[in-house]
């Protein structure tokens, strides 16, 4: 591993939330990690340089890599984890996680992403939109290596990934509850591709059948998780410590979780909330006001209620996977998610 990749390494691990408990544990997952890095620098390359300026664009930018760290801790659950297949998964996971946010920040017409211009911004949507592509197309080549198991499970996530985005852009349909609507969105968009890592890292590892298919549904469940406590976060977080600026998500017109319960109440708060939502919310005084209701909501406290839910549900997965550390190690997932949100 590199000097240079260390410190970036220690604090992705830190900002997922995983505890490495065990020191051997800890030295292969960020060997791995590191690897992953590298091969991910050499996928984004292209013979056209400027097409490798903009595949690298948000690599360079740095990130949690969640989804790679995904895989090698399923792959520890099965009989092989150094098997070759498993960094592939990963990188296959990353380059398509990285795909998708080419593509959201132009839906989204976001001017930043991790700390540094959006591709859209520092070039153009049509760009974006093309960058995306190629980093599917990307990992699309990497994946048929796999076999065509892989490229169903992987195809079968793009649907899901596709579907999620269109049902987010169209907004819920008439008759729709709109949080049936967001669950469904956060299923689709986040917790697809979160569950697909999870099972590549124990299917490549040759992990049984059974446990490949705990580890998917232990994917699913903590990759929605995840999303609501960022949603939660959005909401209760100071800007000091998130580095998130509070009420970005109503800014944008996101209306999450802790906001859709908050809404629906028939009380005071639902309805002043209802008022303030029904236009743009981009003045900071109705932000701060929007913030200081939802904070102390009822639907705060269902939004809350209803991820320690998602948390234990992962967590009782546990009992179906092997006893080794990695098991650990995806357990205190399921404590973080929720300690986080504060």
Known sequence: ?????GPSLARSLSAVGVDLVDPELEAWV???LA???QQLHQAVTSADPFVADAASHLVAA???RFRPLLVLLAAQLGPEPDAPQVADAALVVELTHLATLYHDDVMDEAPVRRGAPSANSRWTNTVAI???DYLFARASDIVAGLGPEAVRIQAHTFSRLVHGQIRETTGPRPGDDPIDHYMYVVAEKTASLIATSARFGGM???ADAATVEAL???GEIIGTAFQLSDDILDIASETDESGKTPGTDLREGVLTLPVLYAMAAEDDTGRRLRQIIDGPVSDDAMVAEALELLRSSEGMRRARKTLQQYADSARALMPSL???PAKAALESLCVFVVERTG
């Open 30 to 32: 960020r060997s791995g």
């Open 130 to 132: 093309l960058t995306g």
């Open 322 to 324: 092997p006893d080794r």
């Open 216 to 218: 998917a549904e232990y």
């Open 204 to 206: 490549f590892a040759g």
């Open 35 to 37: 690897a992953i890095e």
């Open 1 to 5: 591993m590199s000097a240079a990749s």
């Open 62 to 64: 740095g990130g949690k």
